[in-house]
């Protein structure tokens, strides 16, 4: 009798409890920054049989004091990072995850709640930590055998939020591994009711572009991607940009934030020289369709402090050596992460004048209205569009010139003249001189010098003489209203500091890399610079050792 009374008052706290969160009101969040990590395998010290070899605990010195020395490193960088919510991917077990919680926890760095998959057919799994609530968790199978499952959380704010953390198969593997995943993920997105709005992040083992950079030896798909075509991050073989999900409010396209950075900047993980975006944040239109959750354009970032790499610029993985765990280094990953605000809340919470307000249009004299085709078929515009800032992503430059390249960046210009405009990091492949029909989809003010730093080439035409757009230097060019993103030559002065004395007038200059910069007292003759913009002033930008020389 006494057992029965127990087993069914254990029942009511059950209930009452489990009843207790199911109800807990949200959150009152307003704003969270969100963020990925693959830490590179963070193994217990539990023997559970499925351990990779080199992670079996006792054996190639994976010891206690190891471990807990992976763990400090881990969370020195979490805290650092300082994330609301940070999805990872290799975390063995909940033991792992518990203990890196519980350090995070003594060291101040608070992550009250966790979540992780549950499948015991995977050595390593996707995981979650957050200082917000988390209102549900779910693993979602992929396929059979050894594939990871994709961990679904919902955070428990208002409106809710829901997280997906991917992990793919490795480019070990053919691509048509990563379409079973694809495949899996977008069932469930489809699933979601209708405004739903939610957060798709993980290591996808593939490039934002895998559909142009997937190498021959991984294509079994006849070119198709599951990152691309499957979850439609492309359209028309065209990458989907922030300007369509704004245009076309009902489309299952994302969008993946690598474009909110130049060309030059996306990357997250490096084998020698060669850079890729295996990890990745993805949106859904619900995210920037001024509702509830809305994304912070520009915030996503990588997280890359300067103890993330290792002397020689290498990023400072976890060193294993001569079959041995040597207790030093993070990841061969780096963190990337994005920042959200909620910019209204539910509208039943609004008055009635509040939700008639929200049929009627709304209109930006700086973002007018566009047309729902203008995102597919851009209008035609100029620099000074752009320079402006008075007209709406994308557009197409017609017949403009590259009067100066160095590296990845250039400087182009109408063939007819007129200003000049920076492409920032995503220039490889002009050649100066060329003249070209190009389609800009995103630029980005620096010191309020307008950049190009997401464009494609549409046409590539004629090459020109570029000698009539290069003048030559006067200190004049420096005063009043003259244009910057200018390039000029035949400079000659003597080197102070920071500032160049030609004429006896100080001109401040940069010298673009540290081994570039020549030595204060130095007399120099500049072949050839660019005119900058700094803080309210203007400056000469040195781009290249090649483009002085130093006189005796």
């Known amino acids: 009798m006494i057992k029965k009374v127990i087993g069914a008052l254990l029942v009511l706290i059950i209930a009452w409890v489990g009843n207790y969160f199911k109800n807990t009101p949200p959150d009152d969040i307003n704003s969270i920054k969100v963020a990925n990590w693959n830490v590179q395998n963070l193994f217990d010290m539990e023997r559970q049989g499925g351990e990779y070899k080199e992670f079996v605990p006792n054996r190639h010195n994976w010891k206690e004091r190891i471990y807990k020395k992976k763990i400090k490193n881990i969370a020195e960088v979490i805290c650092d990072l300082d994330a609301d919510v940070i999805g990872f991917e290799e975390i063995e077990s909940d033991i792992a995850l518990r203990d890196l919680q519980n350090f995070l926890n003594r060291a101040g760095c608070k992550y009250p709640y966790r979540a992780i998959t549950s499948s015991k057919d995977t050595p390593v799994h996707t995981a979650l930590l957050s200082k917000i609530k988390i209102k549900s968790k779910r693993d979602i199978k992929v396929g059979r055998g050894l594939y990871r499952s994709i961990l679904e959380v919902t955070l428990n704010t208002n409106p809710p939020l829901k997280i997906f953390v991917n992990h793919w198969s490795s480019k070990r593997h053919p691509e048509s591994k990563r379409l079973v995943y694809a495949k899996t993920l977008k069932k469930r997105l489809n699933r979601l009711p209708k405004g739903s709005e939610y957060i798709v992040l993980g290591d996808f083992n593939s490039n934002y572009d895998e559909f142009e950079t997937m190498p021959d030896r991984l294509n079994n798909t006849d070119g198709k991607t599951g990152i691309n075509h499957i979850l439609g991050t492309v359209i028309s073989d065209e990458l989907v940009r922030l300007s369509y999900l704004k245009d076309h409010p009902n489309t299952k396209k994302l969008y993946n934030l690598w474009l909110e950075l130049p060309e030059s900047s996306r990357w997250s993980y490096r084998v020698y020289r060669k850079k890729y975006t295996l990890d990745s944040i993805l949106i859904p239109p619900t995210l920037v369709n001024r509702k509830g959750w809305e994304y912070i354009e520009d915030s996503f970032k990588v997280f890359k402090p300067k103890y993330l790499f290792t002397k020689r610029g290498a990023i400072f993985k976890w060193q294993y050596k001569h079959s041995k765990h040597l207790g030093k280094g993070y990841s061969d990953h780096l963190p990337i992460y994005a920042k959200f605000k909620i910019v209204s809340k539910d509208k039943k919470e609004g008055t009635q004048e509040e939700s008639e307000m929200e049929k009627l249009p ?153 081994r570039n910069r020549p030595k204060s007292g130095d007399k120099l003759i500049i072949k050839i610079a660019q005119i900058g913009y700094y803080k309210g002033q203007k400056e000469l930008i040195v781009w290249s050792k090649k483009d002085y020389s130093i006189l005796d």
């Open 362 to 514: 709304k209109y930006n004299l700086l973002n007018p209205p566009k047309d729902q085709t203008e995102t597919l078929n851009p209008k035609i515009a100029t620099i000074d569009d752009l320079i402006k800032g008075s007209i709406s992503m994308p557009v197409i430059l017609k017949d403009v010139v590259v009067i100066f390249k160095r590296g990845k960046s250039a400087i182009v210009k109408s063939v007819n003249g007129g200003s000049g405009i920076l492409i920032y990091g995503g220039a490889k492949d002009l050649r100066e001189g060329g003249v070209y029909d190009l389609k800009v989809f995103k630029t980005k003010s620096y010191y309020s010098l307008p950049e190009i730093i997401d464009m494609k080439i549409l046409k590539a035409k004629d090459e020109i003489d570029i000698s009539p757009f290069i003048k030559k230097f006067e200190p004049s060019m420096m005063e009043g209203d003259y244009p910057t993103s200018e390039v000029v030559k035949d400079i000659e002065g003597v080197l102070e500091g920071k500032w160049l004395i030609v004429d006896g007038k100080k001109i401040m200059v940069y010298f673009r890399g540290k």
